[in-house]
């Protein structure tokens, strides 16, 4: 058999493998490479874990699954890991398209202005866990000096990466400080193809400005606002780096999220198969919640056919 | 013709856009002002009891010690190597995918531009542990190497994304009109597209250094060794035991944040508009 023959033997009928095509697939090839030997190969390595005994190498089938669903506080951590994921696109998404509605308008200073805003998005997670510390310390943070000392509202220091009460909230508000100027950078370059004459005629028909964000600039928002929603829960949900350097996912387990489970569970407690069966169960669900958006997408599109 | 007559209620929508531009503002970059502040400053002022907006008097003696005592610039340097790494290949990468995806017809093509975007979905703490052992096979540990691989792995989706948006965006006449002249394939890519993408390979060139310089989470756990550590994990090693040294730690971190920030300013001159452009085409 002649490698021709083989070729020909694997080409699916009526699809020619011309040149057009090779060159594409050649073109793609090093992006597919790098991801299937970085992420997709290791991760099958995980899943693998997560069936097998490390000590032995024996299997156990769905053993590490079964120990997770007995885990009571696993429910908690899912509850929690949804209500940061929901808080933070919340957050990000008024905050984003509010600031970036703000800034679409002319006036001294707004490139200037459009620029600075992203520092907390250019700066490194490590940083922003620095800083955030900084400002809330304590003794010599400068909100509780002023609120404490120079405008005498409060008693006691407040310390929210130390309180249990407001930890998820303090968490979750410096990761949408981190994220909001990106969310609004691109909400921004979205409201700046607005055609300007679809407001001029708003206002000639008298729309008020609530009606004017309804009728024009949400109809052109609302497909970049899904598609940001959607990668935007995908990566919140995985966030592992900002809480674990905001509080070590504690005070207790305040702030464990899934991901934080993961690496307590992994390489706290050493037990690493256990580890990556929450893991691949954390990709479960978020398969299921992909799945459903593009279900619901498709649906609302045939609905508006 | 005449502007349509400014009513009540969008003029007090104007007075709100300012008031509320300057609480962002506020927000978002007094927290950084305090950092560079509390760094210039003696102990005797950051543990003081007073507010001061601006400070009464300036030290450089937390950034003489972290240039000098704690190993930073060696850190700096570690950084350096596994960010200009993923520069270079995140943007190569991204670029050969872009083209072929936008140039060429073939099956499945959208498809691989959507699923490269659905690998946020995978957690990367899953990853740690294979991926330690792998690197670890491979002789990886404490190499640069490893953590271009996967800082280009994380980059690589929004890359590929704001390069392909922006190929979309730029006319191909050029390129076919090239090729008519006798250009070669390769020619026309090189001397036709790429010029006219420039704006868009230094936006994602430098997003691309950006995360590699910020990542955390990998850089901590395949690096055994502290004096092959990254920027993060050094500042944040500073960050442990019971005695935080704030002067230090703060000017640390003002210097780890150089470096982006002057790349962040170089782009903005050189781009303008370019990163918006690129990113508004979703």
Same mark, same amino acid.
């Given at each position: 058999?002649?490698?021709?023959?083989?070729?020909?033997?694997?080409?699916?009928?009526?699809?020619?493998?011309d040149?057009?095509?090779?060159?594409?697939?050649?073109?793609?090839?090093?992006?597919i490479?790098?991801i299937?030997?970085?992420?997709?190969?290791?991760?099958?390595?995980?899943?693998?874990?997560?069936?097998?005994?490390?000590?032995?190498?024996?299997?156990?089938?769905?053993?590490?699954?079964?120990?997770?669903?007995?885990?009571?506080?696993?429910?908690?951590?899912?509850?929690?890991?949804?209500?940061?994921?929901v808080?933070n696109?919340?957050l990000?998404?008024?905050?984003?398209?509010?600031?970036?509605?703000?800034?679409?308008?002319?006036?001294?200073?707004?490139?200037?202005?459009?620029?600075?805003?992203?520092?907390?998005?250019v700066?490194?997670?490590?940083?922003?866990?620095?800083?955030?510390?900084?400002?809330?310390?304590?003794?010599?943070?400068?909100?509780?000096?002023?609120?404490?000392?120079?405008?005498?509202?409060?008693?006691?220091?407040?310390?929210p990466?130390v309180?249990?009460?407001?930890?998820?909230?303090?968490?979750?508000f410096?990761?949408?400080?981190?994220?909001?100027?990106?969310?609004?950078?691109?909400v921004?370059?979205?409201?700046?193809?607005?055609p300007?004459?679809?407001?001029?005629?708003?206002?000639?028909?008298?729309a008020?400005?609530?009606?004017?964000?309804?009728?024009?600039?949400?109809?052109?928002?609302?497909?970049?606002?899904?598609?940001?929603?959607?990668?935007?829960?995908?990566?919140?949900?995985?966030?592992?780096?900002?809480?674990?350097?905001l509080?070590?996912?504690?005070?207790?387990?305040?702030?464990?999220?899934?991901?934080?489970?993961?690496?307590?569970?992994?390489?706290?407690?050493?037990?690493?198969?256990?580890?990556?069966?929450?893991?691949?169960?954390?990709?479960?669900?978020?398969?299921?919640?992909?799945?459903?958006?593009?279900?619901?997408?498709?649906?609302l599109?045939?609905?508006?056919? | 013709m005449?502007?349509?007559?400014?009513s009540?209620?969008?003029?007090?929508?104007?007075?709100?856009?300012?008031?509320?531009?300057?609480?962002?503002?506020?927000?978002?970059?007094?927290?950084?002002?305090?950092?560079?502040?509390?760094? !210039?400053?003696?102990?005797?002022?950051?543990?003081?009891?007073?507010?001061?907006?601006?400070?009464p008097?300036?030290?450089?003696?937390?950034?003489?010690?972290?240039?000098?005592?704690? =190993?930073?610039?060696?850190?700096?340097?570690?950084?350096?190597?596994?960010?200009?790494?993923?520069?270079?290949?995140?943007?190569?990468v991204?670029?050969?995918?872009?083209? =072929?995806?936008?140039?060429?017809?073939?099956? =499945?093509?959208?498809?691989?531009?959507?699923?490269?975007?659905?690998?946020?979905?995978?957690?990367?703490?899953?990853?740690?542990?294979?991926?330690?052992?792998?690197?670890?096979?491979?002789?990886?540990?404490?190499?640069?190497v490893?953590?271009?691989?996967?800082?280009?792995?994380l980059?690589?989706p929004?890359?590929?994304?704001?390069?392909?948006?922006?190929?979309?965006?730029?006319?191909?006449? !050029?390129?076919?009109?090239?090729?008519?002249?006798?250009?070669?394939?390769?020619?026309?890519?090189?001397?036709?597209t790429?010029?006219?993408?420039?704006?868009?390979?230094?936006?994602?060139?430098?997003?691309?250094?950006?995360?590699?310089?910020?990542?955390?989470?990998?850089?901590?756990?395949?690096?055994?060794?502290?004096?092959?550590?990254?920027v993060?994990?050094?500042?944040?090693?500073?960050?442990?035991?019971?005695?935080?040294?704030?002067?230090?730690?703060?000017?640390?971190?003002?210097?780890?944040?150089?470096?982006?920030?002057?790349?962040?300013?170089?782009?903005?001159?050189y781009?303008?508009?370019?990163?918006?452009?690129?990113?508004?085409?979703?």
């Open positions: 058999m002649s490698v021709r023959d083989r070729v020909d033997a694997f080409a699916p009928a009526g699809v020619d493998i040149e057009e095509t090779l060159t594409g697939v050649g073109l793609v090839l090093p992006a490479a790098l299937a030997a970085v992420l997709v190969y290791p991760f099958i390595g995980a899943i693998r874990l997560s069936f097998l005994n490390i000590d032995t190498g024996a299997f156990v089938g769905l053993d590490h699954y079964r120990w997770l669903l007995t885990q009571e506080n696993f429910w908690s951590f899912t509850v929690k890991t949804l209500v940061w994921t808080g696109l919340a990000q998404g008024f905050f984003g398209v509010t600031v970036a509605m703000a800034l679409n308008r002319q006036f001294p200073g707004r490139d200037g202005l459009r620029t600075a805003i992203l520092l907390p998005f700066i490194p997670t490590a940083v922003t866990g620095i800083l955030w510390r900084w400002m809330f310390n304590g003794s010599w943070g400068p909100i509780n000096v002023l609120l404490q000392q120079e405008l005498g509202l409060i008693s006691t220091p407040f310390t990466f309180n249990e009460q407001f930890t998820l909230a303090a968490v979750t410096v990761n949408a400080w981190r994220w909001v100027p990106l969310v609004a950078l691109i921004f370059a979205v409201l700046q193809t607005i300007r004459e679809q407001y001029e005629a708003a206002r000639i028909e008298g008020g400005l609530w009606s004017e964000f309804y009728h024009v600039t949400y109809p052109h928002l609302s497909s970049a606002l899904s598609v940001l929603g959607l990668l935007g829960f995908l990566i919140t949900f995985n966030i592992f780096d900002m809480i674990w350097l509080t070590n996912g504690g005070p207790g387990t305040a702030t464990t999220t899934l991901p934080v489970f993961v690496y307590e569970v992994a390489f706290k407690r050493q037990a690493i198969a256990r580890g990556n069966a929450i893991s691949v169960v954390l990709l479960l669900m978020l398969i299921v919640f992909v799945v459903a958006f593009f279900w619901r997408n498709q649906v599109e045939e609905g508006s056919a | 005449s502007a349509p007559p400014v009540r209620s969008r003029r007090i929508a104007n007075a709100v856009r300012y008031v509320y531009l300057a609480i962002v503002a506020l927000v978002f970059i007094l927290p950084f002002y305090w950092l560079v502040k509390t760094s !210039l400053q003696p102990n005797d002022v950051i543990y003081g009891s007073d507010l001061h907006l601006v400070p008097t300036i030290t450089f003696t937390h950034y003489q010690s972290a240039l000098t005592e704690v =190993g930073l610039v060696g850190s700096i340097v570690n950084s350096l190597l596994a960010a200009v790494g993923t520069m270079v290949l995140t943007t190569v991204a670029l050969l995918a872009a083209y =072929g995806i936008t140039r060429y017809v073939f099956p =499945g093509r959208r498809t691989v531009a959507r699923l490269v975007l659905l690998t946020y979905m995978f957690p990367n703490t899953a990853l740690i542990v294979p991926m330690y052992g792998m690197f670890a096979a491979y002789g990886l540990l404490n190499n640069p490893a953590l271009t691989l996967l800082h280009s792995m980059a690589l929004f890359c590929l994304w704001i390069l392909q948006s922006y190929l979309e965006s730029i006319p191909r006449e !050029l390129e076919e009109a090239a090729k008519v002249e006798g250009a070669t394939e390769f020619g026309a890519f090189r001397h036709v790429v010029p006219q993408a420039m704006p868009a390979i230094v936006a994602v060139a430098i997003l691309a250094f950006i995360i590699s310089w910020g990542e955390y989470m990998f850089a901590y756990i395949l690096t055994t060794n502290s004096a092959k550590f990254t993060p994990v050094k500042v944040t090693q500073l960050l442990g035991g019971y005695q935080v040294d704030w002067g230090l730690l703060t000017a640390a971190s003002v210097v780890v944040v150089l470096p982006v920030l002057a790349l962040f300013w170089l782009m903005v001159k781009l303008g508009k370019g990163i918006a452009k690129g990113t508004g085409a979703i």
